[in-house]
């Protein structure tokens, strides 16, 4: 089966993110903020609400699709109503408006658009050689062409891209389905998406000044040394911005080794490399990379690019000052205190290991005379030989461990499974990725494809491929359902990446075992739910009981980085917060590579393709602030009727 780019966008990726702003320098938008009583959080929205439509259309082979993107392309500065379907999209990655946002509707579209033309002027438009003609299903087809402008404001000169994808119609007329504009650059601050390694002898030259009490000075300090902290330090490296990066850790990938002994990356090593043309991971490295891989790999980044960390440090507290506009970082490292002070600070925090979800519900936790585990304290089942096993939780961990337990010889390993969990075996992934990350692949190209589509059209995309792929191979599922297992085979993996922040199984083989009975199901469905323990193992609604004499709760983190980050600052900026991840009303992010509503703060996380993508806006938005010459962020609604809001 074929899959070009996009349908590659739809499965994981992830789109971006939005808020309704409009064009404010940097001090009249922290004047607003500072002064506005009704401050607000963006609510989160059902994905499969959000506007956008496959179009139902077929194209001759001989179409010159060059040819109908050379066309279209002459009229889109001067954008008007012949030129979009009725429900076209536009998503905007900090060219226009500064943020990252997505419009929806061709009246809405053509009004933003015309206002943001009168203010940036954009100008040379081109097309970038490979326009195609995409034809993922018999009558779902368009052209899609990438194409490059230039635009200018305030004096500052932007390098931009963008695609646009076609429909025909009819024969002579050709009309944009969805539009994506994205920032691509600035000359003079250098490439984001491109960074040299750094000589074996040399270390990169560090600026950093001192406050008027002593303190060490940087434009920005990174709050996590995880994947996503350490991309945007590369970002803003090669943009020129001195950073630090701190972290409570000991070693770079302890995140990764302080976890239980058997995990590793269910999606590929290419997939989940770092940002930049080196690769960090090479064909001596597996497939599907362990926790030694990943920590040796995120050594290596830092070594090869010069990372500055500081870590064994830990924030104890940020204080914002209104009038100086920078940030007092209260720390400790190695036990001693001392004082970081900074413009912008970024949150990295992760939310795997951090705080660990139980199931609120049970009872009986004091008369259950076995042992209790989390996910996230888990190491191993070695010890747990010739026990009884059980597992709260289906998804990618769960089946790790149980897995694990199985290995271990445990007398019997249970999986307790509370609702059905969506399944996408590995090989559909492959067959999907790894024409599009792999040991040839630019990063930033592949990125770039993968993450361009709309949320909703993205989503659509992802439930078409999957279904289709999975009714080529239905005995998979149906054998899992026989043995207990429900299964989600048309899953939507926008609801358990976004509204559920996980929840499924890319199966990399444990499935067989659930078949073959070397892992026993225990479903547990609304009226036979998990509720509790009794002396020797588990009690569910319906009165059976499950004999084990260990329990291991797969079951996830506190997903919401908000709520880690107040915890780190004062109260008066703990209610500015953005919540952290699931869509807002345009199909955005919430919370993630954009500012909130206190000013110089930043989230930045999500998985790895996520992380290393947006990571590049976010670095694009500090320099903007850095070097004085801020974007303009656009506030508008998202719907001509909805309220404004910065």
């Known amino acids: 089966m074929a899959f070009n780019a996009f349908t590659v966008a739809a499965?994981?990726?992830?789109?971006?993110?939005?808020?309704?702003?409009?064009?404010?320098?940097?001090?009249?938008?922290?004047?607003?903020?500072?002064?506005?009583?009704?401050?607000?959080?963006?609510?989160?929205?059902?994905?499969?609400?959000?506007?956008?439509?496959?179009?139902?259309?077929?194209?001759?082979?001989?179409?010159?699709?060059?040819l109908v993107a050379r066309t279209a392309l002459v009229h889109l500065q001067h954008l008007d109503s012949n030129l979009l379907v009725h429900d076209a999209l536009w998503r905007d990655l900090c060219a226009f408006t500064g943020t990252l946002r997505t419009f929806a509707g061709a009246q809405r579209i053509i009004a933003s658009w015309k206002k943001l033309n009168r203010l940036y002027s954009p100008h040379d438009f081109r097309i970038i050689p490979g326009a195609r003609v995409i034809r993922p299903g018999p009558k779902t087809q368009w052209v899609e062409a990438r194409f490059q402008f230039t635009m200018e404001h305030n004096g500052v000169q932007m390098n931009c891209e963008g695609l646009m994808r076609l429909v025909p119609k009819d024969a002579f007329e050709w009309k944009?389905?969805?539009?994506?504009?994205?920032?691509?650059?600035?000359?003079?601050?250098?490439?984001?998406?491109?960074?040299?390694?750094?000589?074996?002898?040399?270390?990169?030259?560090?600026?950093?000044?001192?406050?008027?009490?002593?303190?060490?000075?940087?434009?920005?300090?990174?709050?996590?040394?995880?994947?996503?902290g350490l991309c945007l330090a590369g970002r803003l490296q090669a943009l020129g911005v001195p950073y630090v990066v701190i972290d409570k850790i000991e070693n770079v990938g302890d995140i990764w080794t302080s976890r239980y002994q058997s995990v590793k990356m269910h999606t590929s090593k290419e997939h989940g490399q770092f940002p930049f043309k080196t690769r960090i991971w090479g064909a001596d490295k597996p497939y599907h990379l362990d926790s030694a891989d990943l920590r040796t790999g995120y050594q290596k980044f830092v070594d090869l690019y010069g990372i500055n960390l500081q870590l064994s440090t830990e924030?104890?507290?940020?204080?914002?000052?209104?009038?100086?506009?920078?940030?007092?970082?209260d720390i400790t490292?190695?036990?001693?205190?001392?004082?970081?002070?900074?413009?912008?600070?970024?949150?990295?925090?992760?939310?795997?290991?951090?705080?660990?979800?139980?199931?609120?519900?049970?009872s009986g936790w004091d008369k259950y005379k076995g042992i209790i585990q989390h996910s996230g304290t888990f190491t191993h089942a070695r010890s747990w030989t010739s026990l009884k096993g059980a597992v709260v939780g289906s998804a990618n961990s769960g089946h790790d461990i149980a897995n694990d337990m199985v290995s271990s010889g445990l007398a019997s390993v249970t999986m307790v499974q509370r609702g059905r969990t969506p399944v996408l075996p590995v090989e559909f992934y492959s067959n999907i990725y790894d024409s599009i990350y792999n040991d040839k692949a630019d990063i930033a190209l592949s990125d770039q494809l993968s993450m361009w589509a709309p949320t909703s059209i993205a989503r659509l995309m992802s439930m078409r491929a999957i279904s289709k792929m999975a009714a080529q191979d239905p005995e998979r599922y149906e054998a899992l359902e026989r043995?207990?297992?429900?299964?989600?085979?048309?899953?939507?993996?926008?609801?358990?990446?976004?509204?559920?922040?996980?929840?499924?199984?890319?199966?990399?083989?444990?499935?067989?075992?659930?078949?073959?009975?070397?892992?026993?199901?225990?479903?547990?469905?609304?009226?036979?739910?998990?509720?509790?323990?009794?002396?020797?193992?588990?009690?569910?609604?319906?009165g059976s009981k499950l004999e084990t004499d260990v329990v291991v709760f797969a079951t996830g983190f506190e997903g919401n980085m908000r709520h880690m980050a107040e915890k780190l600052v004062e109260k008066d900026v703990a209610e500015k917060l953005e919540d952290w991840w699931g869509v807002d009303c345009e199909g955005e992010i919430r919370g993630a590579w954009r500012p909130m509503g206190h000013p110089g703060i930043w989230f930045t996380g999500g998985n790895v393709a996520i992380a290393r993508f947006f990571s590049r806006f976010l670095a694009l938005q500090i320099k903007s602030q850095v070097v004085g010459t801020p974007f303009e962020v656009y506030r508008s609604s998202a719907t001509a009727d909805s309220k404004s809001r910065i």
Request: hydrophobic share 35%.
């Open 315 to 329: 924030l104890k507290i940020a204080q914002y000052s209104k009038s100086t506009q920078t940030w007092a970082l």
């Open 11 to 66: 499965l994981f990726g992830v789109s971006i993110v939005t808020f309704c702003y409009r064009h404010f320098s940097l001090l009249q938008r922290r004047k607003v903020m500072d002064t506005d009583p009704e401050y607000q959080r963006t609510p989160a929205f059902p994905a499969d609400k959000l506007p956008g439509s496959l179009p139902v259309c077929t194209i001759d082979d001989d179409v010159d699709a060059a």
């Open 333 to 362: 490292h190695q036990g001693i205190s001392s004082t970081l002070s900074c413009e912008h600070v970024v949150f990295a925090l992760g939310t795997v290991g951090t705080s660990p979800r139980f199931p609120s519900n049970l």
């Open 176 to 228: 944009i389905w969805t539009l994506v504009t994205m920032l691509k650059g600035v000359p003079d601050w250098g490439d984001v998406d491109n960074l040299d390694p750094i000589a074996e002898t040399s270390k990169p030259e560090r600026t950093i000044s001192e406050s008027p009490d002593g303190s060490k000075h940087y434009p920005c300090v990174i709050v996590g040394a995880g994947f996503s």
């Open 483 to 542: 043995v207990g297992f429900r299964v989600e085979a048309n899953m939507d993996m926008y609801s358990s990446l976004y509204e559920r922040f996980g929840g499924h199984y890319i199966d990399v083989g444990v499935s067989k075992k659930i078949i073959s009975g070397e892992i026993k199901m225990k479903p547990a469905p609304p009226g036979a739910g998990l509720c509790g323990f009794y002396e020797n193992g588990l009690v569910f609604e319906d």
